[in-house]
């Protein structure tokens, strides 16, 4: 991973968005008080704290970019492709990406309302959502969230994608997952091709 920072990432500090409890204890140990995000990510990958990466990225990028990374893991499921309700869902969230608009918010809110389904496109219209640390309830009315959902939910999606084919292939999966979510960190579209063996 590239030595420079990365253009949309604005904390100065890995610390700035997690805190050693949200870590494992080998990770947290790698946290010290003045390491940049990037610098830490790169060090919890080259560590193999790959699901602690996928943490402190889905807390580094701007919302915008995180659902769009989210979008970027979960278009790369074969199960999203086959499922009309999630690929609903995950171009309301796309749209939101292009468009983060408050309509396109609410069209990504109703999407999840809307349906039962719970899969990573789903996930990502939830994130979408939830992007503004609130639920849009209509008629210019919200629901305040914890702020750490949105991360959760990203980072369930990256997961999730990681997870949909079995075996020793997911750590691929998540490094490819990783190397988009840097680009993208860097002004990308995320769009790294899988380096699975």
């Known amino acids: 991973m590239a030595d420079d920072r990365w253009k949309k990432v604005t904390a100065k500090t890995a610390r700035e ?27 919890l990958v080259e560590k193999e704290k790959l699901q602690d990466a996928v943490k402190v990225m889905t807390r580094a990028l ?20 086959e499922d009309k309700v999630e690929t609903e869902a ?9 468009e983060p608009s408050e309509k396109n ?41 914890d702020p750490g959902v949105f991360s959760q939910i990203v980072n369930g999606v ?11 292939a997911i750590k691929d999966r998540l490094r490819t997952y990783l190397l988009s979510g840097e680009d993208i960190a860097q002004g990308g579209n995320g769009d790294i091709k899988d380096r699975e063996g």
Request: proline letters at 6%.
């Open 17 to 43: 968005i997690v805190g050693p409890g949200t870590l494992e204890p080998d990770s947290a140990e790698l946290l010290d008080a003045e390491i940049p995000p990037e610098s830490f990510i790169r060090t």
């Open 62 to 81: 701007p919302p915008r970019e995180a659902v769009w990374w989210a979008c970027v893991c979960a278009r790369k499921m074969a199960a999203l492709a």
């Open 90 to 98: 995950i171009e309301a969230a796309e749209a939101w990406v292009y």
């Open 105 to 145: 918010r609410e069209r990504a809110f109703n999407v999840v309302k809307d349906n039962d389904s719970n899969g990573a496109g789903m996930m990502c219209a939830l994130a979408a959502a939830f992007s503004a640390g609130n639920a849009p309830l209509g008629q210019g009315q919200h629901l305040d969230l």
């Open 158 to 168: 990256v997961m999730v994608s990681a997870a949909e084919k079995k075996g020793k």
